[in-house]
């Protein structure tokens, strides 16, 4: 099928209160004009330049998410082009952010990603024991006062398995941190929660997720 029946096929799969990102990243200007076509507008990239690069290419009103991790020295274009940032796992590039859009007088809607499954291989903040959530709340108490971002949830992302069913426990984790979290840092909205992806995007649903990141399930494979 192409594009827009896959958007047909996900808007009657997945609930409207739900965001679908379409991951574009390494996907050619074409495909992403082709979504834009029929009604688009969310997009995420992983790496800073490739996004710039498509940017000047495309509709000025797209909403960027940067969804990979960042590097230091890439803070201040994220803080320049995109409109969300998705993948905040680190109390430094937290105040790097804050200092670049205090700057620019901005406010950037930031998810802190977590860790929930323990994998070495996966970036954000150790959350998978829940005895350490306490720590978390000690760190996110200082990091969601911090001016010109503004946390608006958490992200995740499950491990690889090829039961999609066998993802659920960590969607669940996430959910129920959001829930610690909500009681203990109260003046914050924890409303979203980042979860899900093509193999896995129902079961997140299930479990509460607000925002889906959906590649090969919306535009095609990659080359």
């Not at 710039?52 to 009103?61: A, E, F, W």
């Not at 150790?126 to 946390?151: C, M, N, R, Y």
């Not at 949830?153 to 659920?168: D, H």
């Not at 960590?170 to 959910?175: D, E, G, N, V």
Request: aromatic share 8%; net charge negative.
């Amino acid at each position: 099928m192409g594009i827009a029946e896959n958007l047909v096929r996900l808007h009657k799969e997945i609930p409207s209160e739900v965001k679908i990102i379409a991951v574009s990243k390494t996907m050619p200007v074409s495909a992403i004009q082709e979504a834009y076509d029929t009604g688009h507008r969310d997009f995420g990239e992983n790496k800073v330049q490739e996004m710039t690069d498509k940017q000047g290419r495309l509709p000025q009103d797209i909403n960027w998410h940067m969804i990979g991790h960042l590097q230091s020295r890439k803070a201040r274009q994220v803080c320049d082009h995109f409109s969300w940032f998705g993948a905040l796992d680190r109390m430094k590039i937290a105040e790097r952010l804050s200092s670049y859009c205090l700057e620019i007088q901005r406010n950037l809607p930031v998810l802190l990603e977590c860790n929930v499954s323990g994998e070495t291989s996966k970036f954000g903040w150790p959350a998978w024991d829940e005895i350490t959530w306490d720590h978390l709340v000690s760190e996110f108490s200082i990091l969601v006062k911090l001016p010109g971002i503004q946390v608006k949830g958490l992200m995740t992302m499950a491990p690889y398995l090829e039961n999609p069913e066998s993802t659920r426990p960590y969607f669940s984790r996430l959910r129920k941190l959001r829930e610690y979290l909500s009681q203990n840092i109260p003046d914050v909205d924890w409303a979203e929660l980042s979860m899900g992806m093509s193999a896995d995007y129902p079961i997140a649903i299930e479990e509460g997720a607000t925002i889906v990141r959906i590649g090969t399930a919306l535009l095609g494979s990659r080359a």
